[in-house]
């Protein structure tokens, strides 16, 4: 065997004369790990018997539960024996190759290193199931073993059988959880190495043009093409160490592997509009490096099955385009704002214009590809339910990067119908605005009427799936007091309705502009109605729209298909029983302590009028003033998460820490409003 290496570089990354010394209780520490696999084969072993005489029909019990527990833990200790011995033995000749050339060694001097380093990120990861496996066993079934197998009284003389079987247990686990403490702590793993090798990682594996490094005359250009608040763009703003453009998946792949080898994060970015930045920027301080999939933007459209695949990088405007020009007849329910990149609207949910008739986006999404921790490439069926629910609404990046979506398309009629309808705020609007939140969740779902309230106005902006004359004769019925007639109507085709309630007129080829403006600061945060507001209290809230300071909300229907979806279908909760969403916004140039106190106090006021058992919020209206995410260990934890997360997410925020911990238990995907991992023993 080749003894220990003593050089000063490996690969390419400088070692300390101290490193052979951490190098050699690595290795030691593998193979420990190795000839463990032997003994968790056995414990698994004779737990599943055990398991199976807790659960026979013939056996008497005192404690029912403990079978359940059994039962759960089987499950985990599956795991361990799929990801670790199987994946050794049968899968994977280079593994095989470790464990005949360190099991077989009489001494630590004889360990190869280069094994070593080759699989620390590989065996990483398998230690982290096992760990948690191993966890999981000692925690619910030695329990079992102890208080309902000792106890119980089992018929056929079962009882001594048991009883050995628990000695053998016992006796395994000694090695085995000294073996797992080693794996979990003591072992470094890569995500301790310079961002300098983070760096020569990509140059390695990526063409140079799409990497930008700091040091790069085009970064700060990169950097600023989809920045939408100059909040973010200031000296003191923490950026990412290099920007990635892939072409096509194999970039992503790399890009996170060289991540996670050399332990730099990676955040996503596809459109730019996080309201609070986190897609291209850190609130702490922190070493991270940006994936962004704006050259990940084909739209595919199948106008024979209605479906289209889209990467993530298009942006809402251009998914329209495409779709329509294929077909004028297919549409798509998503947002209003054509800028908005695909890939973090849509794991958000995605709201938009009819989302009453089709419901969310995500409501559509039939598959999806997604680099995951591990670098690798999955779509629907390679990733699982439980991953590919997490994914449609459980906010960006915190699971892995979703490269591309398929959608169902939905019909349009050849022409729709949409009005713009404002009212001075003194000329009757709290009227109009206590009967809208009746009508808007109620009315056929075919209409949709949203509210914007700025200055003096409160602007009633429609879209009707129908003719001029039908939408008239149910305005009459349903909504008089907006005193709406034909003569407000604007008929056009569906594309051109998305570009007339962007912008104000039915240029569609406008829908394609990526353009951004840093003039412009903004803040914004979110809410939601489930109780009618009485018209004295819309009274108070109009009277804020007269200070100096105001700014905007957007107040957006929910009812027809929203109601009818069961709130954990997907990650948005928000769903039977909400009247109506609020988005407020401000703007501001220069000093804006004046616009952004308004805006807290507004919010205060607003607190006794919206959901408050748990104040819902929509994640795609990212706020960091309701929470941020505590990181202990390198991990964040789940009751930290709890905090943003349930106002988000209400009751699925556990089922996503849960995804989380099974997919991404280290954290890799991480900000400061990302997903946390529900781990053993947290909840």
């Not at 209780?25 to 790990?33: F, T, V």
Request: a neutral charge.
């Amino acid at each position: 065997m080749p003894s220990l290496r003593s050089s000063s570089t490996y690969r390419g990354v400088r070692t300390r004369p101290a490193d052979n010394f951490y190098m050699k209780i690595r290795a030691a520490g593998y193979r420990l790990m190795l000839e463990t696999f032997k003994t968790v084969h056995e414990a698994a072993r004779v737990y599943d018997t055990a398991a199976w005489q807790l659960g026979h029909p013939l056996c008497d019990w005192p404690e029912r539960k403990a079978a359940r527990q059994a039962k759960r833990a089987r499950k985990a200790f599956i795991l361990a024996q799929m990801d670790g011995p199987t994946i050794i033995g049968d899968k994977d000749p280079l593994w095989a190759d470790l464990f005949s050339s360190t099991v077989s060694s009489s001494s630590d001097s004889d360990i190869d290193l280069s094994h070593v380093y080759s699989f620390d990120l590989c065996f990483n990861e398998i230690c982290t199931d096992i760990c948690r496996a191993l966890h999981f066993f000692r925690t619910h079934i030695e329990d079992a073993v102890r208080n309902s197998l000792g106890q119980a009284v089992f018929k056929h003389n079962t009882l001594a059988s048991c009883e050995k079987q628990k000695m053998a247990m016992r006796k395994g686990f000694a090695l085995a959880f000294l073996v797992s403490f080693l794996s979990c702590h003591l072992i470094p793993v890569p995500s301790q190495a310079s961002s300098d090798g983070f760096l020569q990682c990509l140059r390695e594996k990526l063409p140079s043009e799409l990497v930008f490094e700091q040091g790069s005359s085009s970064f700060t250009t990169v950097l600023v093409s989809s920045i939408r608040n100059p909040k973010f763009f200031t000296n003191t703003t923490v950026r990412p160490l290099c920007i990635v453009t892939p072409t096509d998946a194999t970039h992503v792949q790399a890009a996170v592997r060289c991540g996670r080898w050399h332990g730099v994060r990676l955040r996503v970015r596809s459109g730019g509009h996080d309201y609070e930045g986190l897609s291209y920027r850190s609130a702490r301080f922190e070493v991270f490096g940006v994936v962004d999939l704006a050259k990940l933007r084909t739209v595919s459209v199948d106008r024979f099955e209605s479906t289209a695949w889209v990467d993530s990088g298009a942006t809402v405007g251009e998914l329209y385009y495409t779709i329509a020009k294929n077909n004028p007849r297919l549409g798509f329910p998503s947002g209003v704002c054509s800028t908005i990149g695909v890939g973090g609207h849509f794991s958000g949910g995605a709201i938009g214009m009819m989302m009453r008739k089709h419901g969310l986006s995500i409501d559509k999404v039939i598959d999806a590809k997604l680099v995951n921790a591990n670098g690798d490439l999955l779509d629907r069926a390679g990733m699982g339910e439980d991953l590919f629910w997490a994914i449609r609404g459980g906010g960006g990046e915190s699971f892995g990067i979703v490269l591309s979506w398929k959608v169902q398309l939905v019909h349009v009629p050849s022409i729709v119908t949409v009005f713009n309808i404002g009212k001075a705020l003194d000329q009757g609007t709290v009227e109009i605005l206590t009967k809208w939140q009746e009508v808007g969740p109620s009315v056929t779902d075919d209409l949709t009427i949203r509210v914007i309230v700025q200055r003096d106005q409160a602007l009633f902006q429609a879209l009707f799936l129908g003719t001029c004359r039908l939408l008239a004769v149910t305005m009459r019925s349903k909504f008089p007091e907006l005193n709406m007639t034909t003569a407000d109507c604007h008929s056009m085709t569906w594309l051109e309705s998305a570009a007339f309630i962007n912008s104000g007129n039915t240029d569609v080829e406008a829908l394609l502009s990526r353009n951004t403006s840093l003039s412009t600061f903004t803040k914004n945060k979110s809410d939601y109605v489930r109780t009618a507001i009485s018209k004295l209290d819309w009274s108070n809230i109009i009277s804020w729209f007269e200070m100096n300071a105001a700014g905007m909300i957007i107040l957006e229907p929910h009812g027809g298909f929203m109601g009818t979806v069961p709130a954990a279908a997907t990650p948005y909760p928000h769903r039977n029983g909400v009247l109506f969403n609020i988005q407020y916004i401000v703007f501001w140039q220069g000093d804006g302590t004046a616009t952004t106190t308004w805006l807290a106090n507004f919010y205060e006021l607003m607190g006794k009028h919206v959901s408050n058992n748990t104040r819902e919020a929509y994640v795609n209206y990212r706020d960091l003033d309701i929470g941020q995410n505590v990181v202990v260990g390198d991990v964040s934890t789940f009751d930290g998460g709890k905090v943003w997360g349930e106002q988000y997410f209400m009751s699925n925020f556990e089922r996503l820490a849960s995804v989380k911990a099974a997919v991404d238990p280290t954290d890799y995907f991480r900000n400061e409003q990302s997903i946390p991992p529900l781990l053993q023993g947290q909840k």
